[in-house]
């Protein structure tokens, strides 16, 4: 099958047809970027952040570009100008960053806040302490030019769903809960990004609002 087959192929196994598709377009060339967008795509996910600012120079300017890599402080401020989505903030000194970046740029940057639900080191994210400090943390009310709109989590690499189900299922009741309270104004929790091309399915079984699919798109990737 070509691209556009992959994709309506795809699109035709969505359990959830509001879930946002984000194709994984790490370490691919903008041609295949570009066949997927006249596909209709809009949302595309990186990991690097040089490749994704060069691809947002040469590309299309109304594509959606997330990061959904782990992101280093001293990054932030080459996609502050253009970035979606921070799909991969783990941290308020990251949160910070992001804020003083978007308010150079004068713009409201959207980020989610990683969790950690792998069984897995290898692994990034808040525990859920960790999460639920920062969410009640006096100096993230204080960030006006950030906007948490909800969570992310990568489920453990393995081949046991009940697992796998186990962790999403874990991250959606975390995320119901937290909707529920009373949280600060830059706080709007309607996003649940989990997902990738193994675990789709499960993943908008489980609540996923947001799937990351990269080689069920475009082939398997090209390791860098």
Known sequence: ??????????????????????????TKPNKLLLEAYEAGIRDFGENKVQEMSEKAEQLPKD??????????????????????????????????????????NE???????QVYIAKEESKFGLDEVELRTLLHDEALAKLDSVKIIGLMGMATYTDDEDQIRAEFRFLKNLFESLQNEALPSNVELKELSMGMSGDYLLAQEEGSTMVRVGSAIFGERNYQ
């Open 1 to 26: 099958m070509n691209l556009k087959e992959n994709l309506i192929s795809l699109k035709n196994t969505f359990i959830n047809p509001t879930c946002t598709l984000v194709a994984v377009s790490k």
């Open 63 to 104: 594509i959606r570009w997330h990061m959904i890599g782990h992101l280093q402080r001293n990054k932030v401020k080459y996609l502050a100008p253009f970035v979606h989505l921070i799909h991969s903030v783990d941290s308020l000194k990251l949160l910070k960053e992001i804020d003083k970046e978007a308010k150079k």
């Open 107 to 113: 713009r409201i940057i959207q980020v989610l806040l």
